[in-house]
């Protein structure tokens, strides 16, 4: 299994990012993935879930309303856009793996390494 | 939001060692929880989840016990690569929390 991300940037306050996660050794449409970010030096926050079929999303509040997450399951990918970005957001993010085949088990057996968003002035 | 507290925050510890983490929910989540091992610059590992199930291919020496609002993770016999930070993790109830951590080091 394999998760890549790519897309973490340095960006101005107010800016935005699209994140990307391409994945590799199982099979993407049977599982839900998710977003988990890590600010510099501190713990693991849930940032965002979509089902194997993109009909279920959810997003912590500290990113809903300015946050899409979003799946192609041809390509085998996942994405996160984020708008209206801060400094409390600047993190490492994480593209993670459902633990449970089919409906979500909610807990996260593979991650990518991580793509790094810095939001400075 | 479910908050997860984690005792100790840090933990010395020799080769050899048992050791047992706490964590603590602020309300009840039967047994939908999880730990993980994260190494410093590397992303997180699961250990185990839904409380006591190990995950595939982590060693016998980590083990899960508890349910509700109380949970442990014992590491028997501590290993050099084992020295780590560990978190907990409930998935009851959105949004999905981590404890703050519980860094082990070598004494």
């Known amino acids: 299994v394999q998760l890549v991300e790519a897309g973490g940037v340095g960006v101005q306050p107010g800016g935005s990012v699209r994140l990307s996660c391409e994945v590799s050794?199982?099979?993407?449409?049977?599982?839900?993935m998710h977003w988990v970010r890590q600010a510099p030096g501190k713990g693991l926050e849930w940032v965002s879930l979509i089902t194997w079929d993109g009909g279920g999303r959810n997003y912590a509040d500290s990113v809903k309303g300015r946050t899409t997450i979003s799946r192609d399951n041809s390509k085998k990918s996942l994405f996160l856009e984020m708008k209206s970005l801060r400094p409390e957001d600047t993190a490492v993010y994480y593209c993670?793996?459902?633990?449970?085949?089919?409906?979500?088990?909610?807990?996260?057996?593979?991650w990518g390494l991580g793509t790094l968003v810095t939001v400075s002035s | 939001d479910i908050q997860l507290t984690q005792s100790p925050s840090f933990l010395s510890a020799s080769v050899g060692d048992t050791v047992t983490i706490t964590c603590r929910a602020s309300?009840?989540?039967?047994?939908?929880f999880a730990w993980y091992q994260q190494k410093p610059g590397k992303a997180p590992k699961l250990l185990i989840y839904a409380a006591t199930t190990l995950q595939i291919g982590v060693p016998s020496r980590f083990s899960g016990s508890g349910s509700g609002t109380e949970f442990t993770l014992t590491i028997s016999s501590l290993q050099s690569e084992d020295f780590a930070t560990y978190y907990c993790?409930?998935?009851?109830?959105?949004?999905?929390?981590f404890g703050p951590g519980t860094k082990v080091d070598i004494k």
């Open positions: 993670v793996k459902d633990g449970n085949y089919g409906p979500p088990g909610y807990f996260f057996d593979f």
């Open positions: 993790q409930q998935f009851n109830t959105f949004p999905f929390t």
């Open positions: 309300q009840g989540i039967r047994s939908d």
């Open positions: 050794g199982f099979t993407f449409d049977d599982f839900a």
